[in-house]
């Protein structure tokens, strides 16, 4: 033979009852890697294995199969501790605990930005455990204290029992991280989710690459927001092309301040997840919000790089909705936080809420997805704890702008009660005040910026063919 004699060897691995200290290589190479196995390969393991302090991941799974990583604790790694990537086949992970996730750039004094790749919508955001793959099962995992994400990924298909179930993040920035890579689908869920003691999301997408997400059996607890997902739906708006973007909440509780975690109990996360600019620490105040109503945008925020995550300084695509159904909503009060004095201006006047738009800093002007909600479940929750809509930036209302963007208000942002488990009675529709104007609105101003300047002499200023209702101040009087 030209090539001389060859054999190949399938490679394998049973690791049991092993502790490894001080692993992996400063951000180059995790404690264990399976990679190169062919799927004809014998099945590996790591069963009862420690991971005790670690220079880099834990465990990365990349071209395999049929591994099993079961009952592994894993202290103070790199995250993300577990990575599962999506040419990864039927791998298992089960009872794993990983505690003390650090986010590379808070290591040790890592240079900043440092160790972030190409989509940093993730890269700056990883979860604990990350998993790409649609195969991997990922059951009963505990993430207590990540830097960054408890979970990251795309999570399943929807009416998926199988996949990702009962799995528990605590006292981390964020619980569910979605990232909006690789495969696409008509509808992905994110199941059986436990989180509490979030000090960001207890779950977070921005979505482009599937029409329907789907938050199921998600149980929240002191969080300060417990679901916000974004639709994004490229090109759709400035090309008047039609694309729908949904997004379910479903079958979950959300608490609001529960009575172990104290009336009004803020302490910032430790170590030093905050000191890189991209966790965005504080941009969400200290108002607790159940369901914040996202936008569908036509393209991607700027955030991490340039803004927070809840920013939409984006155009609209207007084929967007959020469902919630079948879920209860509990201890959203009066807080015993008074003001929130301590929080960002656009929220020093807010409230804990069981549903809330998004915050003026959001550059959110008219992208808010319509809301309908139905048999829902409210406890503990008071009238003024059931919905916030939070005023708009007075920027956002000048002549450029006007009358298609928001001037009067949040009009565009609404939300609809179905059966009446959400305002009582046969139900109805929450929808932005009216009277809410300045004095820069359109209303009686006369033209005098570049864009609308000059006007004819006879048309010195604008009436628009409005309602008058719809023209007058909150006691009845007409603006001009």
Request: with cysteine.
């Amino acid at each position: 033979c030209e090539r001389g004699f060859q054999r190949a060897f399938a490679g394998s691995v049973q690791l049991e009852d092993v502790e490894m200290r001080y692993h992996g290589q400063n951000n180059l190479r995790p404690a264990l890697r399976f990679t190169y196995l062919d799927s004809d390969a014998p099945k590996s393991s790591v069963r009862n294995v420690a991971f005790n302090r670690g220079y880099s991941q834990g465990i990365e799974l990349e071209g395999c199969s049929d591994v099993t990583i079961d009952g592994v604790i894993i202290f103070r790694a790199m995250l993300p501790a577990i990575r599962i990537e999506a040419v990864a086949e039927r791998v298992l992970l089960n009872h794993t605990l990983v505690m003390s996730a650090i986010f590379w750039n808070t290591n040790r004094g890592a240079l900043q930005s440092k160790g972030l790749g190409g989509y940093k919508k993730l890269t700056a955001m990883y979860g604990a455990v990350h998993s790409m793959s649609p195969t991997a099962r990922i059951t009963g995992n505990v993430v207590a204290g990540s830097e960054r994400a408890g979970f990251s990924g795309k999570g399943v298909a929807c009416g998926d029992t199988v996949h990702f179930q009962d799995n528990e993040v605590a006292a981390s920035l964020n619980g569910y991280w979605w990232a909006d890579i690789g495969r696409k689908g008509a509808c992905h869920a994110i199941t059986n989710l436990t989180a509490w003691k979030i000090w960001q999301y207890a779950v977070y997408a921005e979505i482009s690459q599937v029409q329907v997400l789907e938050v199921v059996g998600l149980k929240a607890a002191d969080a300060h927001v417990g679901v916000l997902v974004i639709m994004v739906a490229p090109g759709a708006g400035i090309n008047h092309v039609y694309k729908q973007a949904d997004a379910v909440v479903k079958d979950s509780i959300i608490i609001g301040r529960s009575k172990s975690n104290g009336a009004c109990s803020d302490n910032k996360p430790g170590l030093s997840t905050c000191d890189f600019y991209m966790a965005w620490c504080g941009h969400l105040g200290r108002a607790r919000v159940g369901v914040m109503i996202g936008g569908s945008i036509q393209g991607f925020n700027m955030a991490p790089l340039i803004s927070p995550w809840v920013d939409h300084s984006v155009y609209p695509s207007p084929y967007g909705s959020l469902l919630i159904e079948d879920t209860t909503f509990a201890r959203f009060e009066e807080s015993a936080c008074g003001a929130f004095a301590a929080s960002p201006p656009q929220l020093r006047w807010a409230r804990d809420t069981a549903f809330a738009s998004l915050p003026a800093s959001s550059k959110g002007a008219d992208t808010s997805m319509p809301c309908t909600t139905r048999r829902l479940d409210l406890s503990e929750v008071t009238d003024a704890g059931l919905v916030l809509f939070v005023r708009t930036s007075p920027a956002w209302i000048n002549q450029a702008d006007c009358i298609d963007m928001d001037c009067d208000g949040l009009r565009h942002t609404l939300i609809r009660d179905e059966d009446g488990t959400l305002l009582g009675g046969p139900g109805g529709t929450v929808f932005g005040r009216s009277d809410i104007f300045s004095d820069n609105s359109f209303f009686g101003v006369p033209y005098k910026d570049g864009v609308n300047f000059p006007v004819p002499r006879d048309r010195e200023w604008w009436y628009p063919n409005l309602p008058a209702v719809m023209r007058g101040t909150s006691t009845g009087q007409l603006v001009n």
